[in-house]
Each structure stands twice: as structure tokens, then as C-alpha cells.
């Protein structure tokens, strides 16, 4: 299996930065994409960023400008740094990462547990 943990989540104020990771561990051939997700109560799971295995990057619109997703590949590590955080960046934020466990075989998906990020205003 592939256990992905998640840390970095917490309270903030409203124009101040947080910076999550996450590490993949487990039986992994190679990861693809790495990414972040998130959920909002009563909201639908949006994409916040993306990164391939080569480093190229997506942002969500919302995000763009204002969060940086990187990834250490030796670590099997994908990050997100949020600054200028606004209120409405509230929510579960989720990891995902597309990984191979064994060579010959197609990618699948797996998440992590969530952790909360509270902006207050």
C-alpha cells in the first residue's frame, strides 16, 4: 500500500503564510503527479495544485499567484506554501499523489487524511 501523511495545517490569520507537506511512503515503483486538493463545508473538492514528475506545475485560479507547490522527489515529498492567505482559503486540504507500485503496472490514486487550514479574518 501507499501511506500518505500530511502535516503543516493550523490557524492563521488572514494575510499570513502556511506551509504544508506531505510524504508518500510504502511499496512505491514511481510517483507521477503530486498534488493538493481541498474542501470547503459544503463545498464541492477543488483542485488547488499539481505536479508532475518532470516539476511542471497547475493552479487552481483562485490560488494562482499566491500559492507555490514544489515537490522533492528523494523524499517522495510534495509541498504547499500558502501566503497571503484570505478567509475563503478555509478548508480540508487534501494530498493526492498518482503512483506506480510495481514497473508494468498503470498509476493509481491515493489520498491523504486531510488537515485543516482556518483562516480568520
Known amino acids: 500500500q501507499v501511506q500518505l501523511v500530511e502535516s503543516g495545517g493550523g490557524l492563521v490569520q488572514a494575510g499570513g503564510s502556511l506551509r504544508l507537506s506531505c510524504a508518500a511512503s510504502?511499496?512505491?515503483?514511481?510517483?507521477?503527479?503530486m498534488g493538493w486538493y481541498r474542501q470547503a463545508p459544503g463545498n464541492q473538492r477543488e483542485l488547488v495544485a499539481t505536479?508532475?514528475?518532470?516539476?511542471?506545475?497547475s493552479l487552481g485560479d483562485s490560488v494562482t499567484g499566491r500559492f507555490t507547490i514544489s515537490r522533492d522527489n528523494a523524499k517522495n515529498t510534495v509541498y504547499l506554501q500558502m501566503n497571503s492567505l484570505k478567509p475563503e482559503d478555509t478548508a480540508v486540504y487534501y494530498c493526492?499523489?498518482?503512483?506506480?507500485?510495481?514497473?508494468?503496472?498503470?498509476?493509481?490514486?491515493?489520498w491523504g487524511q486531510g488537515t485543516q487550514v482556518t483562516v480568520s479574518s
Open positions: 510504502g511499496s512505491i515503483f514511481r510517483i507521477n503527479t
Open positions: 505536479v508532475t514528475s518532470g516539476g511542471s506545475t
Open positions: 493526492y499523489v498518482n503512483a506506480v507500485r510495481q514497473w508494468g503496472y498503470p498509476g493509481r490514486d491515493y
